[in-house]
């Protein structure tokens, strides 16, 4: 009865190591690895030929063997492979053969291509040439086989393999085949086209060539197709199953106790402002929510945008003195570059032995105030939370990496981003938020400076290189991202711009608390005078904000001694306000945009039966009222189909009188409410007029609706 072994060759516990020893752990397979904690003599086999150092372990290993007919030796390297099958199915396989060794099969001759033509000629759609990866066959003929001539460390063990397989009569003699169909070898190395993913009836996702239809055992990361076999990796040998999700990511994970936080680990969490990045201030309140002891974090930051030192300024002085384990500020005044302030924050990590460093670039919002604690409990070395900005493509992660090193999108990327398909996923480049353990800061090498790339490229491309894996976690909803493109900070109030950029951002910020209640129909809107509704729609933020873009911008039209208005299609008002136009100060697309979004739904409960989208408006503009300057408004039909009348300030407190009058109704709304919207018909029933500001000033913001 044969009895199957597999052999390994690794001498560092790599990230690729561990994922190997799983994946035969997972098929309950024997196996026996070579070399562990040895210095590797094979030379540097990524970037040239070598290895003969793992035939002259293997020659050690199988002496043991030699004589044993029953035993069949499963060879395979150790670091870029993945095995998906249990013994049975891979004897049965070999069986298939009736051969004593076979090899496994790519499509490239190497390292010496002047050999092609020694081959013998395969089908058009399998593989000619000898892969030494991976190879199966009797102990005793493997052993009897490697023996026949020597091998020096630095040779190559490929050519060794590949020459022995050219020499007819020692093929002959041994009975070697190549698994040119990949029936249990699938060389990935120009083949990563020809190979897809399925499940299994039990939910076992295995590998299938679409080739040769076959379904093989054993993946081979060779070459240039390491990232490929991580993507791979995501899913085979049980790290997903259609049947229990994922299974992997519930593996070596840690529990923190929420009753006995002083035990939690110490974090250095960095926070890097590298460019003008909209809704800061919430991005600092969310930082401060995280459910983690402040007095296990300590916080640096590196500030390189000179328009964001106050926020910045007001959280450091918050926190200053308390709660905080330290917290450290790099200004625009210390002129360090973004590469040198993530060094620091590698350096600080490391200086204060910390357990993690948390990297948190101004473009993140932590919604989930758990964050932090979810991260560390997964306990992977590097571990990015999968982010995404609302509505688009862009997230923190990449499914791929194209040749040259630049954004490749990988098949599963939107199922990552979006959350279809949960996991933690080995990715090959996370960024804007990761967290790293400091064990494993110290075995990296730290690398940020390179005149090409990103830093944070460059720092998880040299990571990468030396074999770690990073991780993406989708597992739980972290939070999103901020997009900071074209954010304006010469605005005085740049994120009141931001309606399409961020939009849920700028909705937190900028529409009324109150508002959803009554868009859902749970809240109905008040009736102060007949058809006349009125329900809360902007925030004090926005109310205010409105006022000071309008009091920066200052020009203020005449009002009612100047009929003639150049600002309108027309030039004429008939009953003229004191106003600023939102064209003047470049608000008309965002006021439409805010229209359409927000005031239409309601509309359409309110008239019903009138619909008109998007809703057209050309007049948008903020009244000012005074007792000194306009101080009320003749009674007037609107330019409308129907009007919308924004209350920007409190009556009674920053004025005195002001209100509506309905004259038809004779009904006045007096007690205005800041940020409430009135609406109402335009042009035949609504005769209405503005009361008479006594005192202080009286700010409201109109739109006429549909002219
Ligand atoms: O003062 C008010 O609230 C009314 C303003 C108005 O009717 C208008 O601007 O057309
Ligand atoms: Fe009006």
Redesign the pocket.
Known sequence: QESLLVVGVATDETDGYKRYVRSLKQNGLEYEILGLGEEWKGGDIKRQAGGGHKVNLLINSLEKYKNDENKVILFTDSYDVIVNDNSEKILSKFKEFSSKIVFGAEGFCWPDETLVDSYPVVADNEKRFLNSGGFIGYASDIYELITREPIKDEDDDQLFYTKMFLNIPTREKFNIRLDTKSEIFQNLNGAVQEVSIFADENGKIELFNNVTKTVPSVVHGNGAAKLDLNRLGNYLANSYSNNDGCVSCKEDTIQLNEEDKNQWPEVTLAIFIEQPTPFLREFFQKITKLNYPKNKISVLIHNNEKYHNLEVEKFFTNHESSSYASIKYLTVTDDSSEQEARRSAVEECLKSDCKFLFSVDSTVHFDNSDALKLLIEQNRSILAPVMKRPGGSWSNVWGAVSSQGFYKRSDDYFDIIDGNILNVWNLPYVSEAFLIKGEVLKKIPVEFNDETMDPTIKFFTTIRNNDFFMYGTNLHEFGHLINPDGFNTSKIRPELFEIFNNFEDWTKRYVHPEYNDYASGKVKPQVPCPDVYWFPIISDEFCEDLITMMEDFGQWSGGRNNKEDSRIPGGYEN?P?VDIHMTQVGYQQHWLHFLRKFVQPMQQKIFIGYYSDPPRADLNFV?R?RPDEQDH?TP?H?ASMY?M?IALNIPDVDFQGG??RFVRYDCSVTQTIKGWAMIHPGRLTHY?E?LKVKGGTRY?M?SFIDP
Request: a negative charge; hydrophobic letters at 40%; zero cysteines.
């Open positions: 009953v306000t009244v009222y408004l007037h609107d009007t009348n209100g509506v209405h503005g409201i109109v």
